[in-house]
């Protein structure tokens, strides 16, 4: 997946304006593409974080091409893990002292990257004071609402969990980073999860698939609506989901369909989404849908990819034997996991 692709995620799924000056030339930049870039699945921390100092890179280099005065990155001051975290407690998180402070363009942004006993990861990217030269404060990681992707909850893992990475910015994009090691210097860089009720780290598992229909035109609308609508395609996957002790339950899937060409390149794709339809359970069904765009290309496509998430944030990714690095053979889930898209 490019860079564009993965800035494009992230930021679909930001709610502060992170670095949004220069997303759209950024992406611009890139080959043009004859359908919307094939998604693969939902970012790891580690894709997140790469492609925030991938595209935080390119506009400091942009900036300094055009005359930029301040070249010179953000000074971490002052930096230390406070307490610990209760993942049974009413909102769970982390607290972190940080002392940043940059003389000229000031501080902006910030990613900090959290790291679980079994490799889970908590993030929280955002603004800490756009222009100010200055930012001394306690700043909490992890909470609902506050982080990018899975938070902390009653299902998070017990156990030892460090401070993986803090990457700081000014608006000029000059960045700098500091790994476990540069944090422990400067004060605590871990902390316990603490959790005697059960965790969840395990992703779901699929049971079985089906498509609702294996041919689908698109000069028809769906039944009962007005002509020029476009035709749905929609899926139900069964899903399991099984814990470490605790089950947060199937959530989303995320299911595309390739009309591959000979050297099974997707010449064009589908993408369906659902939620389940009751949050919690350890097994259920997901039902996924999508709309068929107006150049959608005619032809026969293939079940690719599959993403199944539970409300504990573990994912499990299912690529197609007959793609690249593909290793599933989707009709051990499918009774036909091929449809038609006519004319």
């Known amino acids: 997946m490019s860079t564009s692709a993965l800035i494009a995620q992230i930021f ?5 304006r992170l670095l949004a000056l220069g997303l759209a030339a950024g992406i611009a930049s890139g080959s043009a593409l004859a359908v919307p870039p094939l998604p693969q699945r939902p970012l790891t921390g580690a894709e997140k974080l790469a492609a925030f100092k991938a595209d935080a890179q390119a506009r400091s280099r942009a900036a300094q091409a055009a005359g930029v005065l301040d070249v010179t990155p953000p000074q971490l001051n002052r930096f230390a893990v406070v307490g610990d975290v209760d993942a049974q407690g009413a909102l769970p998180m982390l607290n972190v002292d940080l002392g940043i402070s940059d003389d000229l363009a000031g ?3 910030f ?9 889970q990861v908590v993030q929280r990217i955002g603004i800490l004071a756009s222009g100010q030269k200055s930012f001394d404060a306690r700043i909490g990681a992890g909470a609902v609402g506050f982080t990018d ?20 910015y000014d608006p000029a994009y000059n960045g700098a980073g500091y790994d476990t090691a540069a944090l422990s210097a400067l004060g605590r860089a871990s902390f316990m999860v603490n959790n005697s009720k059960g965790y969840d780290v395990t992703p779901p598992t699929l049971v079985s698939g089906r ?27 069964q899903a399991r989901d099984e814990g470490n002790g605790a089950i947060s339950g199937n959530q989303r899937a995320i299911m595309t369909l390739c009309m591959p060409d000979k050297y099974m390149r997707c010449v064009d794709w ?12 350890a097994s259920g069904e997901i039902r996924v849908w999508g709309e ?12 690719r990819s599959i993403w199944l998430s539970d409300a504990a944030g573990n994912g499990r990714f299912m690529l197609a034997k007959e793609f690249s690095e593909g290793t599933v053979n989707m009709r051990d889930y499918f009774p036909f996991p091929v449809m038609t898209i006519a004319p």
């Open 12 to 16: 679909r799924r930001q709610t502060p």
């Open 107 to 109: 501080v902006q942004s």
């Open 111 to 119: 990613a900090l990257t959290l790291r679980g006993p079994s490799g």
């Open 149 to 168: 992707g899975p938070a902390f909850s009653r299902f998070s893992e017990p156990g030892v969990w460090t401070v993986d990475s803090l990457w700081i």
């Open 211 to 237: 498509l609702a229909a294996p041919r689908i035109s698109l000069s028809k609308p769906p039944e009962g609506t007005w002509d020029g609508t476009l035709p749905f395609i929609s899926a139900t996957l």
């Open 270 to 281: 589908v993408e369906l989404n659902g939620t389940a339809d009751l949050p919690g359970q």
């Open 292 to 303: 068929l765009r107006r150049d959608q290309t005619p032809g026969r496509y293939m079940v």
